[in-house]
């Protein structure tokens, strides 16, 4: 009887180590950080330790947004390496992956809402970031995107910040470059109906054209395209009647080029043709090498490919997050304008942490309103009264097949900045 009790007993041990081992690979396996699991299982009494603070990540890791998700996430830990300590205090991330999608995204930031970091960073994705905008408001936790434009993110929410420029600065930009650089007198738009975004860039274009002709619109011609049955030949030859020097033209890789084609047939090449960020692409580079006396110009919110030359819209922190960023992920990696916003959305959150009274979200926020001239990777940010930054718009050309600064919207600002990040 005795060895039948003590059999029993050796098994329920050995059932017992074997459950702590399962444990123990379950938790370095299945977990995608410490992090994530601190955040699941630890009570929210250590989260919000004397020594810790979190800043809560909400990107998507998975689901057709992935690749951009990626990158702001590579900027957001590039930056909490460089600067992960303030007032004494340890800064640690918690990431939630929004998944691309809205049940993924409503999940997601309940979840890192009911643990209750500091700030938040995220999302990349528009409807995300809309679906983020009332909880977030609610909760009181300021939040950063890097990169989601709609104005409707911000509007109306104290809470809700971006790092990236809207569409409409996008196009005051543009206009600025084409009117002031090359000097440009006469203009066409060309967009593809029902696509919002180039018609809140091409709305920035003709106000900011407007503004500098003296409230007379310097534009000849508008082509609103549709998805099939485009008529280059003709486009084209109405732009050359009208003497059109420059053309704004929000459209991708394909478009461009048939539409470049027909201009080095007509030998029109004089012609500057204006675009987004978009063409600042691999693809859109290495088509590029087939219209090589095609004038073009595009906005970059990075500096990030011509870091080394003298320009007024280089700062000290963009010298740096390069060095670091090549550092970290190899000297041949060029990080993009997602990476770039990614870092500087944590930049900005640490200097309103630094320079707020409290770890209260309303102080938080109050302290990123306040931002004035501070210097981050891609320029120099404060904020309008809708969370909007307050920064000059990058141009960039492509040269020899690489992508080089060309001009930069508006005199630099001259302030110091804030408070420097307090390191260890």
Request: with cysteine.
């Amino acid at each position: 009887m005795q060895v039948l009790e003590q059999f029993k007993k050796n098994k329920i041990l050995k059932i017992f180590i074997i459950t702590i081992i399962i444990f123990i690979i379950t938790l370095f396996t299945g977990c995608t950080t410490i992090d994530s699991f601190r955040a699941s299982f630890f009570p929210k009494k250590t989260l919000k330790g004397d020594n810790i603070i979190y800043i809560g990540v909400y990107e998507p890791e998975t689901g057709d947004q992935k690749q951009a998700g990626k990158e702001e996430i590579e900027g957001i830990e590039l930056a909490n390496k460089m600067y992960h300590n303030i007032k004494g205090k340890e800064i640690r991330l918690i990431k939630v992956d929004s998944k691309s999608t809205s049940s993924g995204a409503k999940s997601a930031i309940e979840s890192l809402i009911s643990i209750k970091p500091v700030a938040i960073i995220g999302n990349t994705g528009e409807t995300a970031s809309l679906i983020a905008s009332k909880s977030v408001k609610k909760a009181k936790i300021p939040t950063v995107t890097p990169g989601a434009k709609n104005l409707l993110i911000t509007e109306d929410n104290d809470y809700y910040f971006r790092t990236c420029i809207t569409d409409s600065q996008i196009g005051e930009g543009l206009a600025d470059y084409a009117w002031n650089k090359p000097k440009i007198r006469k203009f066409s738009i060309i967009y593809f109906e029902g696509d919002s975004t180039a018609e809140s860039l091409s709305n920035g274009v003709k106000k900011k054209l407007n503004e500098l002709n003296n409230n007379v619109s310097p534009i000849e011609l508008e082509f609103e395209l549709k998805s099939s049955g485009i008529k280059y030949k003709q486009i084209v030859k109405e732009i050359k009647k009208k003497s059109v020097k420059g053309v704004f033209m929000p459209v991708g890789k394909d478009t461009a080029d048939l539409f470049f084609k027909e201009i080095e047939k007509n030998k029109m090449t004089d012609i500057t043709f204006v675009g987004t960020k978009e063409w600042n692409d691999p693809e859109f580079i290495k088509m590029m090498k087939s219209h090589p006396k095609i004038k073009i110009a595009f906005t970059a919110d990075s500096t990030v490919n011509a870091y080394k030359k003298n320009s007024s819209y280089i700062t000290p922190e963009t010298q740096k997050f390069i060095i670091e960023y090549k550092s970290l992920y190899g000297h041949d990696k060029v990080p993009t304008d997602n990476v770039a916003l990614g870092y500087d959305s944590y930049l900005l959150i640490m200097n309103a942490l630094n320079t707020s009274p409290s770890l209260k979200g309303e102080d938080v926020k109050d302290a990123l309103f306040k931002t004035n001239g501070y210097r981050c990777a891609t320029g120099i940010f404060s904020f309008d009264k809708n969370g909007n930054p307050l920064k000059s718009v990058n141009l960039a050309t492509i040269k020899n097949g690489k992508v080089e600064p060309v001009y930069t919207t508006g005199a630099p600002i001259d302030a110091d900045g804030m408070i420097k990040i307090k390191t260890k």
